[in-house]
């Protein structure tokens, strides 16, 4: 099996501190956090902003350009910028989704297909993943293709067959997301049976779904993905302190499956960031 590529997402859109007194807003505390993580074995970082001032989720991108400054001046990590954009409203919603890849980073989140969260839908039409996929080509960013049910992969694996995609495709299996594909090792077993064979992926998995999903990824050969984005507890009943606590939990949970931590430089070429 190959070393694993553990990803922080350090904060999302949706976590507070009202949940966790440690998530981080500015872009300098989202740096830090980023920093830290890829100091406790994170090689890649995935990066949603916020407002500074109230933590409300935002995709300014004087604020991402932030960020990346801050933590490329500190850290090798591969920065991953979000295009999910779920929040966003407006004529121009796709230029504003695609914004961050104006900054060149390695990684951008590439999310395939609709699906309906809790309290609205997120909305991933066809010509999106065209679109997105066509410009983060041209931009030289590699897609990480985000997946929340079974028939995403199919639309991938369509993008995939039409040569959208520089080899190889790299999947982010996202589980537990309500009311996206349940978080249940029958179902990651489904997921990982319908990509296309040897591609590289990763799962995460919501709250207390994290450590199965990623431990079941593990066994599997996947990579895994953890952080406050997706869970702010180290076990049940105990806040993690930082994101960088998740990430040494998953480190720790990678040697006792007798498996190794890839370095940032290893995870450029396991995904082909070379390139």
Known sequence: ????????????????????????????????????????????????????????????????????????????VVLNLTTSGLHLSGDDVTEQRLAPITLRPELASLDIGS????TAT???????????????????????????????????????????????????????????????????????????EGVPWSVLGVGKAQLPMITMGLLLGGHVRVGFEDNLYLRKGVPARSNAELVEMAVDLVRILHREVATPDEARDLLNLHS
């Open 122 to 196: 997120f909305h991933n039409p066809p010509a999106f993943g065209e679109v997105a996929a066509r410009r983060m080509w041209e931009q030289g960013v590699k897609p990480e293709i985000e997946v929340f049910d079974l028939g995403h992969i199919e639309q991938a694996r369509d993008l995939i067959e039409k040569g959208f995609f520089a080899a190889p495709p790299y999947f982010q299996l996202c589980m537990g997301i309500r009311w996206g594909i349940p978080a249940t090792p029958a179902n990651l077993l489904a997921m990982y049976h319908s990509l296309p």
């Open 1 to 76: 099996m190959s070393k694993v590529i553990i990803t922080a997402a350090v904060s999302g859109s949706n976590p507070t501190r009202a949940m966790n007194p440690a998530v981080p807003y500015t872009p300098a505390e989202i740096a830090d956090a980023v920093v830290e993580s890829c100091e406790a074995g994170a090689a890649v970082a995935h990066i949603h902003v916020r407002d500074p001032e109230t933590g409300a989720p935002s995709h300014r991108l004087d604020l991402f350009a932030e960020v990346v400054e801050r933590v490329r001046a500190r850290c090798n």
């Open 115 to 118: 699906v309906n969260f809790s």
